[in-house]
């Protein structure tokens, strides 16, 4: 509403002419005449326009949307735009990035913009009202602004070679040079010479002329006069000689003098300027449009004459201060000089004289002024405001281009604009072809125009013609009427006015023209007086007098409308009464009585109709109202029919008058003529409308009429709509009585709108006149009560209507669906005026009707109906039956709708999506609407569809995605405006979160895919394809209609300005239709060819600023919808919270569901953003809820989600995720006091992401390296346990700095532990670096076993917290094994598995082992510890943990190791695993499974005896240490390892190994080196650049063995029991001189033994073990002696002393014996016993030894031949025949030793 309170708007008309003499008409007394009155009336008041009929938008102004950024996780796109930002100069930074948002929509309670203008970005309210069915389009041009182009013309100035001294004076008008005829009225000017100018002059008004379309036939026509030329003075042929001529100063002199005297004119010259030149027009494509430039044709060449020179001079900087660069001077180079006067009609005739040029400028500045779609909107006191909106285009306006001036200037209302606009008078010049033109008139003018043109005489004069209008002919003294327009620019009217001199011509020729305004009642008295004058051209005494010749008289009423020429004889002299015939005797005329004077008229009047049935009814009219007809009165009703026989252009021109006086009649006539005159009126209309030009639904002249023209005129006529409803009303009654009411009724149904538009306006005039005076300012006015009778009898007729439609759709006629949407406006329009309860009785009669599911074809009328109704601002308020009920349309609207979704019809559920969508935007983007309680007001009121969709969620998943999307982003839209939270019950909150999801889900933002794959679309077939092509998904339906046309236009889209792109496609006519611009079109093209054209294609086929557009909006869309629904998550979970809501407590599902889907979207950087503190609140709010193991699947996703952000390269999100992290601990400190489940969680999750994650790149040389994710994720890891940077860190994610030591309610101190949070962080790490190690082996796995079993074994080690996933890599791990062949430790990893089970089951207590039969197992495998397990039942994870950890899995892995370590020979160690089966089967009774497992310990203890009865002794192994030296080898630089090898590699194979698998890894310039000997390296003496391996046989160290003592290790003596193969201590002895030689005597061989320690003992889960301690002790030389000898007697002793069990057991026996004799006794020299002596005891060593040493060697060697002795004889009772010959062999080589020995050591022989 307007802010007056007043809904009709008064425009006023603007004049049609210029100085309208229109007082004079009024000042008549036309009481006498109602039908003049009526039609002065007609035309004179104010348009008034309801400002609401077409309903009311006032839009909040587009949104400016900034770039969301969706970052993956190796993109930084917010990074690079800042800097891009940075980078780019502040001037053209244009980008909307730091743009306030222009809407005052941001509320501050809210996260994030609404998602509703992302989705209708372009929200085009018109347009969508335009789409509706029956759409009433108002007409966009004021009725009175002619359509077509105005121009206007102003003189500048004139120069004449000679000089300008005398006044001329002018004419300009429209001419149309092909049909030698005058289009307008003359525009009158003049132009004097400097010294005569006064200061008023007036000459600065412009003339204005309307043309209907460019064309180039249409010129100016310039006539210049002077004053007639003295006899003898200075002739103006002056002004055109050849030479360069000057006038004397006496000349100027005369010729000043002579022009004050003389008053009257002579024609002087002529030109024509064409307007719109062909050859230009024909070029510039589509001359008709009317934006075709004035300018090309003026600087063109001009036709025939050749008139205007090309432009020379041109003022950009505006010429007299009012035009920028919009219009054009002109300079008019060569007038045709004339030498005597002409008729117009003679200008261009052929056989005329060739007139000579003048040498002259004439400088005209033309303007063109766009008329089209000029809504006169300026306020109603008339004056123009100016209008500015145009003002950023203009910037670099070119020569050409011509401005829309949206204004109306004219001469009674002087511009009050800012003073460059100067106070320049427009004067209108009467446009002729407003007589002819096929529309009704608006405006009243009535006058005639009189054109002398001839007066033949028998001799010369100079002759002028005076012109009078007189009243009557009684009294020639009497003064003529005032009547006459002047010939002065702006002088008043005139009682006469004169026509030029013709000087010295038998036959006068004029051009001249005179208006003369006419009396509104002409009687047969009224009369034009001509007189004619001759004047003599020299001044005698005083100035020339003119004389008169004759007279003419024309009475009005017979010729007026005639348009021939007339001619008329001269009278003489006048006499009283010369018009009548009776006198015409008397009088006496010139030329014997021939009429020798030839004139013509023209008349123009919009009161004087010259049909003469139109008149008829006029006057009957008059009768009527005046009562001065007869009394039965039938000539009125002859009247009213005949007008069906009025030709159309007469109808057209006097409709409104007709229409208003029919439509009086019909208001106040009695019965019969209320018919008669209904009946006519609806003849009039349907011939109106069928003879409309284009084919519209209602007929302009008709809109125009209701829109504006129709008027009460403020009461003084009685209001229609009663009359007009009941004569209406009883027609449809008789016709649904069934009589026959003939085919008039037929077109009153086509006609409805008109007759229901009158109706409403009728009323809201009476409203508006009753209520106006008593209204406080700036109220609106209140609803009008109809009277009971009335409204019954609109009702009746709107129920008689409502049958009709009924009836006619059901055959399918769409007059029906026409008056279905009239019938639709109707009540929309009463809504405004009426009571709404009077509307609620409409439409709920409509809604009875058409009830419940109906007819498709119904149905879609129903639709169509309330999306009209819905559409009007107040329906919000419209009442309903009950008083409370105040929202019975939205009510109706959604059930309506509901139905519609359910209904099979597809397009009608598109429909019904659309009017809801529609619907809210209009609220949304209204300014009105923007307080935040409208808001809520609407919301409420929408909120019923949320509870029933909810209701009716199958009808919901029925319809398709796009309309899924229309209406969640209406549930979206509304719920943002609802304050409070909702209540519904357990399931429907369940229901209603799903559709939240589903948002997330129709709404995601999918990066489109930058490179088109042609062909990579869905091959959809073409038929499916929509009316218009789909370029987005996501988006409303309206984008696709918008993005077309953008496309299509060769526009800029809307908006660029501000983005600085001006995109102007090339030239359509130009470039071929069938070659596309580019190859991006082309590439379109070939896709939508070939393919139902896919978005993708469409997509890439649009322009890129386009492009831009469509993916801003579609990210901004996705990213509000996020926030939209993450606001509501905030909302519910603060409003469970306080248990104000119904849902499920146990679990929290619905917030649990909502997190789980948002974070595995891919969301915007602002939504990350807001997202972490409604996270930490949630956690607050329901922490215990949400840790609870019922919530593990969701807190597993959740710790997913937030490592995979963790990875991210994206600062703002990385760090948003560490705090995450932290959020969780913090719940999980809380809620539990300890982080076991978290981090078994998070290593879970961590190990899945693993698989998602590249932790690896390859390097240029093809290696590996560690992936930037990798280096993220472990600076995330630890950041999350960095004490130092939590507090920025938490300020940079906008938490509280204390959120993460709240302390708890109940508790003093907050559960947060620092060292805790670090532990956490390191097992991660731990988990993460295992991870990493793997993968960057890479393709090595292959070649380097040993490294691959280590990294399986730190992964299974890193990920201990989980059984599950330990267990995992402990059988990787023996897989590896098994494929290697490592048999015992694939056993060592089974029962690694084995003790993680049962540890877990002794910790429930539910097996049936106890803690002793894991420490059994712990001493098989060391590695089986306690850590682990205690937390394994704490840290359970759905899908994790319990659920395999049974006695079953036990026994099967206890079972795969006994398997294994069989396979590895290690007998003993199978008797312990089987000894732990057993108590299964017993507490089982499975005594078959027991009589197994015993039969295989029998097996066991067998082969154990077997192995230590061989006589070879058995080795299970091989052991070597390997050093590493050289950087190439990474991280095995300068480390010692000790690798198990099988029992049958020896040092050569173990070396090739090596050498094979690190070579491989080497590359050219690197090469390995195997250091040959045992001893110490020292790493700095090696050589840089160089790999460096040192491989030593090692022998293992028993537990109890003394490592000090000197024998040699004779590993076969030492293996004391067989159940100890578990070694960690490992030693080898390597020999040395101290004099520097390599090789020395016993006497200087030195011994070194080295003792290395390993981390964990064999055979362990690796093949090798990293060495962590070297100890080393020397013995001397005789040390080394003595340990050898000492070692061989031990060796004798022990095979002596061997325990044997029976006799059965001798031949290994012997064997083994005869084996060492044999080494011991045999004489060789230099060897054995006999070389210790020969080294030691005699000469120069003997007296280095200490006496001790000496006795030692001396006593080490007596004992050993005591034992040797004794063997002799134990061999000697063991053998047999066949070994009789050794025998006396070992006796004698005995006894030669002795004999040898004795040199030395003499007491030998008394020893033995």
């Given amino acids: 509403m307007s802010s007056n309170g007043h809904c009709f708007r008064r425009k006023p008309r603007q004049p049609v002419a210029a100085n309208l003499n229109i007082d004079s008409l009024l000042d008549e007394n036309l009481e006498q005449l109602p039908h003049l009155n009526e039609l002065v009336q007609c035309y004179q008041s104010d348009w008034i326009k309801d400002e609401n009929k077409y309903g009311h938008y006032e839009s909040v102004g587009s949104i400016s949307f900034k770039n969301q950024i969706f970052e993956g996780p190796d993109t930084d796109i917010e990074t690079e735009m800042h800097l891009a930002n940075a980078r780019q100069d502040k001037i053209d930074d244009n980008s909307d990035d730091d743009l306030p948002s222009t809407s005052g929509r941001q509320l501050t309670e809210h996260f994030g913009e609404s998602p509703l203008p992302a989705y209708e970005p372009v929200f085009d309210w018109e347009n969508e009202r335009s789409m509706i069915f029956g759409q009433r389009i108002p007409e966009s041009n004021m009725p009175q602004s002619p359509s077509g182009l105005k121009i206007s013309v102003k003189v500048l100035s004139l120069t004449f070679q000679a000089g300008l001294v005398e006044p001329f004076y002018g004419t300009i008008s429209l001419y149309n040079k092909d049909k030698r005829e005058k289009l307008s009225e003359d525009f009158i000017f003049r132009i004097l010479p400097s010294e005569m100018q006064d200061a008023g002059s007036s000459s600065e008004s412009r003339g204005v002329f309307h043309l209907d379309a460019p064309s180039s036939s249409v010129c100016l026509l310039i006539q210049l ?46 030109a024509v300027i064409p307007l719109f030149e062909t050859n230009i027009s024909s070029v510039t494509g589509g001359s008709a449009s009317p934006s075709s430039p004035l300018a090309h044709s ?42 005597e006067s002409y008729t117009e009609d003679s200008l261009q005739d052929p056989k005329r004289k060739v007139h000579k040029p003048v040498k002259g400028v004439l400088r005209l500045e033309i303007e063109k002024i766009q008329a089209a779609n000029t809504e006169y909107d300026n306020a109603s006191d008339g004056s123009i405001t100016n209008e500015h909106d145009h003002g950023d285009q203009l910037t670099d306006s070119t020569i050409g281009e011509w401005r829309n001036i949206h204004s109306n200037r004219h001469k009674e209302q002087p511009l009050n604009g800012s003073a460059a606009d100067g106070s320049i008078n427009d004067v209108q010049a009467f446009d002729f072809r407003t007589m002819i033109r096929n529309e009704p008139f608006l405006q009243l003018f009535h006058f005639l125009y009189v054109y002398p043109l001839t007066v033949s005489l028998s001799r010369k004069r100079n002759l002028f013609i005076r012109t009078e209008l007189r009243k009557d002919d009684a009294d020639i003294r009497k003064q003529p009427l005032e009547a006459m327009y002047s010939r002065e620019p702006g002088a008043s009217l005139q009682k006469w006015a004169h026509t030029q001199v013709a000087p010295g011509s038998r036959v006068a020729c004029y051009h001249d023209e005179m208006k003369v305004s006419l009396p509104p009642i002409w009687t047969p008295q009224h009369h034009l ?109 002859e009247a009213i029919n005949s007008l069906k026989n009025v030709d159309s252009t007469a109808l057209l021109q006097f409709l409104h008058p007709i229409l208003n006086m029919l439509l009086h009649l019909i208001g106040n006539g009695g019965e019969t003529l209320q018919v008669a005159a209904f009946r006519a009126m609806v003849n009039i209309l349907t011939r109106v409308q069928q003879e409309s030009v284009d084919e519209a639904e209602r007929n302009i002249f008709l809109v125009n009429y209701v829109d504006y023209a129709f008027n009460d005129f403020g009461g003084r006529q009685a209001p229609v709509y009663p009359g007009l409803s009941t004569v209406w009303g009883s027609l449809a009654r008789s016709k649904a009585k069934g009589y026959r009411v003939g085919p008039v009724y037929d077109d009153v149904l086509s006609m409805a709108w008109f007759f229901l538009e009158l109706i409403v306006k009728s009323m809201a005039l009476e409203q508006t006149r009753l209520m106006y005076q008593n209204l406080p300012l700036g109220e609106d006015i209140p609803p009008m009560q109809l009277k009971e009778s009335v409204f019954r009898c609109i009702m009746q007729l709107y129920d008689c209507l409502l049958t009709e439609v009924h009836e006619r759709c059901k055959r399918g006629l769409s007059l029906a669906k026409r008056l279905n949407s009239s019938l639709a406006f109707f009540c929309y329009d009463l809504l405004s005026t009426i009571e709404p309860r009077q509307v609620f009785e409409l439409v709920s009669l409509y809604l009875d009707k058409f009830s419940g599911v109906c007819q498709s074809v119904l149905h879609d009328c129903k639709l169509t109906f309330l999306q009209i109704i819905c559409d009007h601002d107040l329906f919000v308020e419209m009442p309903g039956r009950d008083p409370s009920d105040r929202n019975y349309l939205s009510s109706v609207l959604i059930q309506e709708l509901f139905l519609t979704w359910d209904h099979d019809d597809l397009s009608q559920r598109a429909k019904a999506a659309r009017i809801l969508v529609v619907l809210l935007c209009k609220h949304e983007f209204d300014s009105r609407y923007q307080k935040p309680e409208d808001k809520l007001y609407i919301a409420q009121l929408y909120f019923p569809l949320v509870g029933q969709i909810l209701d009716e969620m199958p009808v919901f998943y029925n319809l398709s995605a796009v309309e899924k999307r229309e209406v969640l982003i209406v549930v979206l839209q509304i719920l943002r405006n609802l304050d409070e939270a909702w209540q519904q019950n357990v399931a429907r909150t369940r229901l209603f979160f799903k559709l939240l999801e589903d948002c997330l889900v129709l709404f995601e933002h999918k990066k489109s895919v930058d490179s088109m794959l042609i062909g990579a679309s869905s091959r959809s077939p073409v038929a499916d394809a929509p009316m218009s092509p789909k370029y987005s998904d996501r988006l409303s339906p309206a984008i696709n209609q918008y993005l077309s046309e953008a496309s299509r236009q060769e526009v800029r889209p809307q908006g660029a300005s501000e983005n600085g792109y001006l995109w102007q496609r090339a030239n359509s006519q130009l470039s071929s239709p069938s070659q596309p611009f580019s190859l991006r079109e082309a590439l379109a093209q070939a896709q939508s060819s070939r393919i139902g054209a896919s978005s993708l294609a469409l997509r890439e086929s649009l322009h890129p600023v386009l492009r831009q557009k469509l993916e801003l909006w579609e990210e901004n869309l996705s990213a509000a919808i996020s926030l939209q629904i993450l606001e509501i998550t905030e909302k519910f979970s603060k409003a469970s919270a306080s248990h104000d809501i119904a849902t499920d407590y146990g679990k929290l599902d619905c917030i649990t569901s909502i997190f789980t889907s948002i974070f595995s979207r891919s969301q915007s950087l602002a939504f990350w953003k807001s997202l972490f503190p409604v996270f930490n609140s949630v956690f607050q709010l329901h922490g215990s809820t949400l840790m609870a193991r019922e919530n593990d699947r969701f807190l597993k996703q959740i710790a997913f989600h937030l490592l995979r952000l963790a990875v991210f390269r994206n600062e703002n999100i990385r760090k948003r995720a560490v705090v995450g992290l932290q959020i969780l601990v913090r719940s999980s400190f809380s809620h539990s006091t300890q982080t076991a489940r978290l981090r078994a969680m998070l290593t879970i999750t961590l190990s899945e992401l693993m698989s998602d994650v590249q932790v690896t790149q390859m390097k240029s040389d093809g290696t590996l390296e560690e992936s930037g994710e990798a280096r993220r994720l472990r600076k995330s890891l630890e950041e999350m346990a960095d004490e130092s940077k939590s507090q920025n860190l938490l300020k940079e994610c906008g938490l509280p700095e204390t959120t993460l030591v709240d302390i708890p309610e109940g508790s003093t101190e ?64 023996c897989d590896a094994h098994q494929e290697m062949q490592s048999w015992a430790e694939a056993a060592q990893c089974a029962v690694a598995v084995a003790g993680v089970v049962m540890q877990a089951l002794v910790s429930r207590n539910d097996g049936v082992w106890s803690n002793s039969h894991v420490t059994a197992l712990r001493k098989i495998c060391p590695m089986v510890s306690t850590e682990i397990t205690s937390e394994t039942s704490a840290a359970e994870v759905e899908g994790y943990g319990a659920s395999k950890l049974t006695v079953d899995s036990a026994v099967k892995y206890l079972q795969l190791t006994n398997k294994l370590f069989s396979q590895a020979e290690l007998h003993h160690f199978c008797g312990s695993i089987l000894e732990l089966v057993i108590p299964v089967y017993k507490s089982r009774r499975s005594y078959g499974l027991l009589a197994k497992c015993h039969s295989m310990l029998t097996n066991v203890y067998e082969s154990i005896l077997e192995q ?29 390892y000790v690798y198990r090898e099988p029992r049958d590699v020896r040092l050569g194979d173990i070396m090739e190994k090596l050498s094979h698998i690190y070579e491989l890894r080497k590359d050219g310039n690197h090469t390995l080196h195997i250091i040959p000997d045992s001893r110490q390296v020292k790493a700095e003496e090696l050589q840089p650049g160089v790999c460096y391996l040192q491989i030593t046989a090692v022998d293992p160290v028993m537990e109890d063995e003394d490592l000090g003592s000197r024998r040699e290790r004779i590993f076969s003596l030492s293996t004391g029991s067989v159940q100890a193969r578990v070694f960690d201590r490992f030693l080898f002895d390597t020999p040395f001189t101290k004099n520097g030689k390599t090789q020395g005597g016993l006497e200087d061989q030195w011994k070194r033994r080295t003792v290395v320690q390993t981390e964990g003992s064999f055979p362990a889960l690796v093949n090798r073990l990293l060495v962590i301690k070297t100890e080393s002790l020397e013995f001397s030389p005789v040390e080394n002696a003595i340990g050898m000898i000492e070692t061989r007697t031990a060796a004798l002793r022990n095979e002596l002393e061997e325990p044997r069990s029976s006799d059965g057991d001798q031949l290994p026996r012997l064997q083994s014996l005869q084996r060492i004799l044999q080494g011991s006794v045999a004489v060789q020299v230099n060897s054995g016993v006999l070389s210790v002596c020969t080294a030691f005891l005699s000469g120069e060593p003997a007296t280095r030894l200490r006496s001790q040493e000496l006795q030692q060697l001396i006593a080490a060697l007596l004992e050993f031949m005591a034992v040797c002795k004794r063997a002799i004889r134990v061999h000697f009772r063991l053998i047999g025949e066949e070994d009789q010959d050794f025998h006396t062999q070992l006796v004698n080589g005995f006894q030669s030793l002795t004999a040898e020995l004795s040199h030395y050591i003499p007491a030998i022989l008394s020893e033995l």
Avoid at 316 to 339: A, F, P, R
Avoid at 1314 to 1332: C, R
Avoid at 1509 to 1535: C, H, N, Q
């Fill in 298 to 339: 003026l600087s063109g060449a001009s036709l025939q004459e050749g008139v205007s020179e090309p432009i020379s001079k041109v003022s950009l900087d505006g010429q007299m201060g009012y035009s920028s660069g919009n219009s054009i001077v002109v300079e008019v180079s060569n007038l045709n000089k004339v030498k």
């Fill in 529 to 637: 007086l001509f007189t004619f004058f001759h004047i003599d051209l020299q001044t005698k005494l005083e100035a020339p007098k003119p004389v008169v010749i004759g007279y003419a008289a024309l009475p009005l009423s017979t010729h007026a409308q005639l348009r021939s020429d007339i001619t008329l004889p001269i009278m003489k002299e006048l006499v009283p009464h010369y018009l009548q015939d009776s006198s015409k005797e008397r009088l006496d005329y010139l030329e014997d009585g021939k009429s020798v004077f030839r004139l013509r008229l023209r008349l123009c009047s919009s009161l004087y109709p010259i049909n003469e049935r139109i008149r008829d009814f006029f006057l009957e009219y008059d009768r009527h109202t005046l009562r001065t007809s007869p009394p039965w009165g039938s000539e009125l009703l």
């Fill in 225 to 270: 006069e002077k004053c007639a030329t003295e006899e003898g003075g200075v002739t103006p042929s002056v002004y055109s000689r050849k030479e360069p001529v000057h006038l004397t100063e006496r000349e100027k002199q005369k010729l000043q003098v002579w022009s004050r005297m003389m008053p009257y004119r002579e024609s002087f010259s002529w």
């Fill in 1310 to 1373: 907050s559960h947060w532990s620092w060292p805790e949070v670090k532990f956490l962080s390191n097992s991660l790490l731990l988990a993460l670096n295992a991870s990493l190690e793997h993968a960057l082996l890479g393709s090595l796995t292959n070649t380097d076993r040993y490294a691959a079993a280590e990294s399986f074994y730190k992964l299974a080690m890193a990920f201990a917290p989980v059984p599950d996933l330990h267990i995992m890599w402990l059988l990787h791990l």
């Fill in 1508 to 1536: 230590e009865s061989s006589p070879i002794p058995f080795i299970d192994a091989t052991y070597y240490r390997v050093g590493f030296y050289g950087e190439k080898f990474g991280k095995l630089d300068k480390k010692e």
